[in-house]
């Protein structure tokens, strides 16, 4: 009797563990959890590459408001406590010169048009200051830049043009070698890197404070893009390597180092393709075999209905922890300072990770980021400082090179 009682009580006890362990495993997560919206909230996020304005201009809607399409518009945005956006024009590899300034000027006055119509919402931002105070005045700042140096065309004259409309930064190239310098996804490596005008435009791009960006840049090129500028060099929408071994378009462990030993910043695309190996093999699939075999767009109904059947087999969403193993991977080489979020959203098609759909979801980030043991001021760093400090750092390097002349 007595050996029943005694057993009748262990059983008691392990319920009574298990029961006290669980509920504190899920208090400590919901506590996590509204420590992540409450950071999201209280501090200021930007993310340094979203395509919205190509997605508006393909299919106009009011960004006010909840888009049908798209993963950026003004309501998803609050819902993650976004504040900032790096709002790129984007231009195709395959135009000329003048057709690449003309539609320069068409994504400018989208976003102007946007802030002019909203201004309860939206602000210009053209340096760290003006992010701040739309910060403290509950506006999301859409700052400019530009992706693909293809319109300087051969006139550095233009470059102070985009200064002027207010372009944050440029990123030298984007899918084939243009005048400045190669692409990492061009086999033509016409310059080995930069070409000697790229390299006039490395240095006028210091003189006028615009950032350099050498996403979508061969290894050479940002070898020399980091030997030529005086300036902190950065990528805005970049992941590791050595996540994705053969995937140029991501960062060497060693470009990681020479980047951070120039103040430089790493800010981790959110693409599938750029985060998980296998991911990146069915995508490859998807753009180099299937797309190019059937001459059937990726992005048109039937491309995105294939998509759908394909990934019912095929891992083709990543997650928001791998999205932070490469956060932690860039931290462990070079430490907090030199890591940001550069979503790409508007830009990845359907290759968002499964539980980081859009603007709504940087609270997903940051309670990944939290478990695993993140002060918040190291979390703030990653959301935002890291790149507002290297934003400042290269306005201050041109204002030292104007002053010397």
Not at 8 to 36: G, T, V
Not at 52 to 65: A, V
Request: with cysteine; glycine share 6%.
């Amino acid at each position: 009797m007595k050996n029943l009682i005694k057993s009748m009580l262990i059983i008691l006890l392990i319920c009574f563990i298990s029961f006290s362990c669980k509920y504190r495993d899920d208090y400590d997560e919901k506590q996590l959890w509204e420590k992540a919206y409450n950071i999201c909230e209280s501090q200021l996020i930007l993310d340094s590459h979203i395509d919205w304005p190509l997605k508006y201009l393909l299919f106009p809607e009011d960004i006010s408001r909840r888009t049908t399409k798209g993963d950026f518009d003004y309501i998803r945005a609050k819902q993650g406590g976004l504040d900032a956006v790096l709002s790129v024009a984007y231009i195709p590899a395959n135009m000329d010169v003048d057709e690449g300034r003309i539609l320069v000027d068409s994504i400018l006055e989208i976003i102007n048009n946007q802030i002019k119509t909203h201004p309860d919402k939206f602000a210009y931002a053209k340096n760290t200051y003006d992010i701040e105070r739309n910060f403290n005045n509950n506006l999301i700042s859409l700052p400019l830049c530009l992706e693909n140096g293809m319109p300087i065309g051969n006139d550095l004259e233009y470059l102070k043009y985009l200064k002027e409309q207010g372009i944050v930064y440029i990123t030298l190239n984007h899918d084939k070698t243009n005048q400045i310098s190669d692409s990492n996804f061009d086999e033509n490596r016409e310059w080995k890197g930069l070409s000697p005008f790229g390299i006039e435009v490395i240095k006028e791009m210091n003189r006028l404070g615009i950032i350099i960006d050498i996403s979508h840049s061969t290894d050479s090129t940002v070898s020399q893009s980091l030997r030529y500028s005086k300036a902190p060099v950065i990528a805005t929408h970049s992941s590791c390597r050595h996540f994705t071994p053969g995937f140029e378009r991501n960062l060497s462990d060693t470009l990681i180092k020479a980047i951070a030993a120039k103040d430089g910043i790493i800010m981790i695309n959110f693409g599938s393709f750029f985060l998980d190996n296998e991911c990146f093999k069915n995508w490859a699939y998807l753009f180099y075999i299937w797309q190019d075999s059937t001459g059937i767009d990726l992005t048109s109904s039937e491309g995105i209905k294939f998509i759908n059947e394909y990934g019912k087999t095929h891992k083709i969403h990543s997650d928001s922890k791998k999205l932070v193993d490469h956060i932690e991977h860039v931290i462990n080489l070079v430490g907090i300072d030199h890591v940001g979020i550069g979503s790409d959203y508007d830009g990845i098609l359907s290759a968002q990770p499964s539980d980081l759909p859009d603007v709504s979801s940087y609270p997903v980030i940051v309670y990944e980021l939290l478990k695993r043991g993140y002060a918040e001021n190291d979390i703030k760093k990653i959301l935002s400082e890291n790149f507002l400090r290297v934003w400042n750092d290269v306005i201050e390097i041109s204002d030292s090179l104007n002053n010397m002349i």
